[in-house]
T-cell receptor, first 110, second 115 residues
Framework: RKEVEQDPGPFNVPEGATVAFNCTYS??????FFWYRQDCRKEPKLLMS???SGNEDGRFTAQLNRASQYISLLIRDSKLSDSATYLC???????????FGKGTMLLVSP | ETGVTQSPTHLIKTRGQQVTLRCSSQ?????VSWYQQALGQGPQFIFQ???????GRGNFPPRFSGLQFPNYSSELNVNALELDDSALYLC??????????????FGPGTRLTVL
């Protein structure tokens, strides 16, 4: 089993749609969880941290289920500018290192 | 922008050569991590430096080595380049004081092509 697995994608959605990304992780000792966004040929940028209670940032909602080792990201009212690859990230192995999923590409069309 | 810089932006080498990539961390950040991102893949952890000492290493061979300097800038060296080393090399800085040890901020990367 891969350490961090994500939906293979790509996801093609129209503007205004709601889209959900799923992620599972294998290291039960992981304590920190993130979603990063990566535009084509650019560096990953932190989108949001994911907390056990769930958290929201504008149109973006992240959820964490530690028992199932599952993380999700919901994007509401998709914009053209949301087109990017979304990377699920957990800490480990080691205290301050990060393990990335392969990423899920989102394409939002007019 | 994150304040993390990398040089060069692009590099072309041939098999068997050696390469050095450089990274300047964000001001106040004492931890630098290096990642390799092959096309269509997520970044893979190479190693991390904290206060000039290696603080963790991923599944990469010894021909991948690094350094961190007193000003917390860092170098990644790769010897005996192979075709599969062609990738985007990302540097990320973080600090145990600012934002916690897990929040990493990435530089723009160095795109290495090995012919």
């Amino acid at each position: 089993r891969k350490e961090v697995e994500q939906d293979p994608g790509p996801f093609n959605v129209p503007e205004g749609a709601t889209v959900a990304f799923n992620c599972t992780y294998s290291n039960s000792a992981s304590q920190s969880f993130f979603w990063y966004r990566q535009d084509c040929r650019k560096e990953p940028k932190l989108l949001m941290s994911v907390y056990s209670s769930g958290n929201e940032d504008g149109r973006f909602t992240a959820q964490l289920n530690r028992a199932s080792q599952y993380i999700s990201l919901l994007i509401r009212d998709s914009k053209l500018s949301d087109s990017a690859t979304y990377l699920c990230v957990v800490n480990g192995p080691g205290y301050s290192t990060l393990t990335f999923g392969k990423g899920t590409m989102l394409l939002v069309s007019p | 922008e994150t304040g993390v810089t990398q040089s060069p932006t692009h590099l072309i080498k041939t098999r068997g050569q050696q390469v050095t990539l450089r990274c300047s961390s964000q001001s106040g950040h004492n931890t630098v991590s290096w990642y390799q991102q092959a096309l269509g893949q997520g970044p893979q952890f190479i190693f991390q430096y904290y206060r000039e000492e290696e603080n963790g290493r991923g599944n990469f061979p010894p021909r991948f080595s690094g350094l961190q300097f007193p000003n917390y800038s860092s170098e990644l060296n790769v010897n005996a380049l192979e075709l599969d080393d062609s990738a985007l090399y990302l540097c990320a800085s973080s600090s145990k004081l600012a934002g916690g040890p897990f929040t990493q901020y990435f530089g723009p990367g160095t795109r290495l092509t090995v012919l």
